[in-house]
């Protein structure tokens, strides 16, 4: 039982390059998260999913776009990479909706855009 | 709107020092609390948790109590060691399965 993987664990990009942050978890979770992790500002979600096939936006979805199209899988991508975006990206989930709300992390992508 | 307001580090003690590290929320409603726990380069992990006013949560010497007349959740532990050294967040939920973090306070513990 892995838990929550991400790949890669760390990126480096130009500007205006596009990439694919993925996601995974084997526990059988519905609810599935991305946030970013900036200095003095903690996390903040970007977008998330209630279960397959849906997504929703966070706090800080722009210049963002993520898929669920398997239960398993959350992928996060960035079509036009920005200097703003240099960060670490967390993946999170969590069992289901009434559960107690202790959300499963994965280990974090560092990301700097040059 | 609901809120997490956390106590700003870096916060440096000496090994079997006493800790706190302060959280307060603000919420129309009752939350659920949280502390999560980053170790150095790892992802954050479930500390403790309170789901009701006067429940307290505690884990690994780490302890926290839900007190609704003062809207915090301080977290405390009475003999810190060298390996409690992380960064610690507060959450809550505002109970739409959404967490709202806090900004992290940064512990060292110095042998």
Same mark, same amino acid.
């Given at each position: ?5 991400? @790949? %890669? ?5 130009? @500007? ?11 526990? /059988? ?5 991305? !946030? ?11 977008? !998330? ?14 210049? !963002? ?7 398993? /899988? ?8 920005? %200097?703003?975006?240099?960060?670490? !990206? ?25 | ?12 003690? +000496? ?38 006013? &006067?429940?307290?949560? +505690? ?5 926290? $109590?839900?007190?609704?007349?003062? $809207? ?12 409690? +050294? ?5 959450? $809550? &939920? ?5 967490? $709202? ?11």
């Amino acid at each position: 039982n892995a838990g929550v993987t991400q @790949t %890669p664990k760390f990126r480096v990009l130009k @500007t205006g390059q596009s990439m694919t942050l993925l996601c995974a978890q084997d526990m /059988n979770h519905e609810y599935m998260y991305w !946030y970013r992790q900036d200095p003095g500002m903690g996390l903040r979600l970007i977008h !998330y999913s209630v279960g397959e096939g849906t997504t929703a936006k966070g706090e800080v979805p722009d210049g !963002y776009n993520v898929s669920r199209l398997k239960k398993q /899988n959350f992928l996060l991508g960035l079509e036009s990479a920005a %200097p703003s975006q240099t960060s670490v !990206y967390f993946c999170a989930s969590i069992q289901s909706p009434g559960h107690p709300y202790e959300q499963y992390f994965g280990p974090g992508t560092r990301l700097t855009v040059t | 709107g609901n809120s997490v307001t956390q106590m700003e580090g870096p916060v440096t003690l +000496s090994e079997e020092a006493f800790l706190t590290i302060n959280c307060t929320y603000t919420a129309t409603g009752y939350p659920s609390l949280f502390w999560y726990v980053q170790y150095p380069g790892e992802g954050l992990q479930l500390l403790l948790k309170a789901t009701k006013a &006067d429940d307290k949560g +505690s884990n690994k010497g780490f302890e926290a $109590t839900y007190r609704k007349e003062t $809207t915090s959740f301080h977290l405390e532990k009475g003999s810190v060691q060298v390996s409690d +050294s992380a960064v610690y967040f507060c959450a $809550t &939920d505002f109970g739409n399965e959404k967490l $709202t973090f806090g900004t992290g306070t940064r512990l060292t513990i110095i042998p």
